[in-house]
Structures are given as C-alpha cells and as structure tokens.
C-alpha cells in the first residue's frame, strides 16, 4: 500500500478523534476504575472466605456413641464437579486428615461417612485444596 503523507494525516487524525471520544465518553468508566478497591486479607490467613470457593457442613448425629457412623453432608460454591473433600478433626492445635473422602457432586453436593471411634468432643471440617468449611462438634460418648 502506497502511504502518502496527506493520507497519513487523515489516518492520524481520525485515529486521534476516535481516541478524544472513547476517552470523553468512558470518562465516567475510568473515575470509577480509578476508585480505591478493597484490600486483600493478610496471606497468612486461613479463612474460607479468603479462599476462592467455599464449603458447608452437616452432621447427621451431634451426639454418638464409639463405633457409630456418622454421615456429613454439605455443598460447595467455587469449587468444580469431581474436587476430592477429605474430612478432617482437630487434634490439639492442628487439623488432621482422617481416612474419609468423597468428590463433590453433580449439583455441588457431597456426602461422605465416618465411624467415630474416640470419646469426647470431636471437631471436625472438611477441605478441599485451600478451601475449608466451618466446624461442626459431634460428641462422641
């Protein structure tokens, strides 16, 4: 293509006009861009809602006696059909995996079953990836 500097010119202006009015008319969209946005919460932080998806949690029996089997149920958000969620308890300070594990469903529904088998109050969640729910106590007599 042949480039004349009378052509260059009218490319050059017209792609200045165009940019005067894309910049007048989102001037309102570039002052809302411009606006504080909120902070993101510390690294360290463990919080579901920290987390890119969440987790809900259900146990069939709040109270139950050694041996007896205990069904969680809850839903996920975020979190795509197939993620593996393994249930967990809190011994001491810390979370520990136990031998449960179910994938989240069809719907974003799981279900998972656990024999409880030590006494006392049991603690427990469930986790997939980062992503954890809340407690649930289940006393275990």
Aim: glycine residues 10%.
């Amino acid at each position: 293509m042949n480039s004349t500097p009378t052509r260059r010119c009218a490319r050059m202006a017209a792609a200045g006009l165009l940019s005067v009015a894309l910049l007048a008319g989102g001037s309102s969209a570039f002052a809302s861009a411009a606006a504080p946005s909120p902070k993101p919460s510390p690294s360290g932080s463990k919080s579901a809602s920290a987390t890119a998806g969440s987790l809900t949690i259900k146990a069939s029996e709040t109270q139950a006696k050694v041996g007896d089997k205990v069904t969680f149920t809850g839903r996920s958000k975020g979190l795509s059909i197939g993620s593996k969620v393994v249930l967990q308890h809190k011994k001491g300070s810390k979370w520990t995996t136990l031998h449960a594990d179910t994938t989240v469903k069809q719907g974003s529904s799981y279900s998972l079953d656990y024999k409880v088998n030590t006494k006392g109050k049991e603690e427990l969640r469930v986790m997939s990836g980062k992503t954890v729910s809340p407690t649930v106590t289940v006393t275990v007599k």
